[in-house]
């Protein structure tokens, strides 16, 4: 008798097992879109960018630890392992290739930012939080609050990538005043979040020393990192609610991936993730991609390349057919990151903290 009285409920058995099977197939709509986005880059990786590149590092570090930890559950879930498996191996050898390029095309900018294209540079959350409504700024800035050439030179500071062999963990007045300035909207916030996760990974153990304002003086590092996403959160829900553009779909990716690296688990919900597999090109497995404009691109970058001292902001290049290097290596890397947290669900002893 008492064997039966532990038994579940019948409608709990089957409710369990449709939640599997619906997991199942959201890894499988994951695979197969990573599958087409690994496809691109063995098409373009002489042409990647290095935030494209810095995208597909991202996902290679997801990967690994989503092989290394893939919940040993049934033979469908095994077989999805042997997929990723495969998936992974294509990937090694396309970002081989791809960061040779990038060393050869752009040396300058590959020096400064080569410990970002090492997989192991980059930690996968291993326990999770949300994000609170609370945090949320009562109005922010209309403009962005930094320029990319700030923004890139505190990462190499962080990095120790400023001059050769120079000190790692340098946060100077101006970096530490940006990268904590409340307000802040769209990318500004997202690179300021980005900022912090670096110093992290980098192993930087103080970015506030030397902050002497009173209201801050109580800030860890995780606070900044609570409300920037709760911000980023925020931001999300109001692009969704004002449907989705041209404009605002990439700094909606971005914030997923870049949230989602910190451990936000709310971040990776089922109808955004829909949103972004329905923007993935078919034909060519990007995300981003304009046909209407590709000559008008291929015109633009003969004109960039007779304005050699102009400032181009890498992460908008546009490549021959039409893709966004940038929209590509966000959607990608937010895509290995639902993958994780779909793999953390299924496995019981790893289900995101509540």
């Not at 709990?12 to 599997?20: E, S």
């Not at 700024?137 to 990462?155: M, N, R, V, W």
């Amino acid at each position: 008798m008492r064997t039966a009285a532990l038994r579940p409920p019948a409608a709990l058995v089957l409710f369990g097992a449709v939640l599997c099977a619906s997991r199942a197939e959201v890894i499988d709509d994951l695979l197969g879109s990573l599958s087409r986005g690994v496809s691109f880059l063995e098409r373009q990786h002489e042409h990647i960018n290095l935030d494209g590149a810095v995208g597909f590092v991202m996902l290679q570090a997801e990967l690994k630890e989503a092989v290394r930890t893939w919940p040993h559950t049934d033979p469908v879930s095994w077989a999805q392992r042997t997929t990723a498996v495969a998936l992974l191996s294509r990937l090694d050898q396309s970002l081989d290739k791809a960061v040779a390029a990038l060393r050869l095309n752009d040396p300058k900018y590959y020096r400064e930012f080569e410990p970002l294209l090492t997989w192991t540079f980059w930690m996968i959350p291993q326990e999770w939080r949300s994000t609170d409504p609370s945090l949320v700024y009562p109005s922010t800035l209309t403009s962005e609050c930094y320029d990319e050439q700030l923004s890139d030179k505190c990462l190499t500071l962080l990095l120790g990538t400023w001059k050769m062999n120079g000190t790692p963990c340098i946060v100077t007045k101006p970096c530490r005043d940006t990268m904590t300035r409340f307000g802040c909207p769209h990318y500004s916030l997202s690179h300021q979040l980005l900022y912090f996760m670096i110093g992290r990974m980098k192993g930087c153990n103080n970015l506030l020393k030397g902050d002497t304002r009173a209201s801050r003086q109580n800030m860890t590092e995780q606070n900044y990192q609570d409300i920037f996403c709760s911000n980023m959160m925020k931001a999300n829900q109001d692009i969704v609610a004002n449907g989705l553009t041209e404009q605002t779909v990439d700094i909606f990716i971005e914030n997923i991936l870049i949230c989602g690296l910190a451990g936000f688990s709310d971040f990776h919900k089922t109808d955004w993730l829909q949103h972004i597999l329905r923007l993935q090109d078919d034909e060519v497995g990007c995300f981003g991609r304009d046909k209407s404009f590709i000559s008008q691109i291929i015109g633009d970058e003969l004109l960039e390349q007779l304005q050699p001292h102009r400032r181009v902001k890498r992460r908008e290049k546009i490549l021959p057919d039409g893709c966004s290097s940038h929209m590509t290596a966000v959607a990608v890397g937010a895509l290995g990151g639902y993958l994780n947290f779909h793999l953390t669900e299924q496995d019981i002893t790893k289900r995101p903290l509540s």
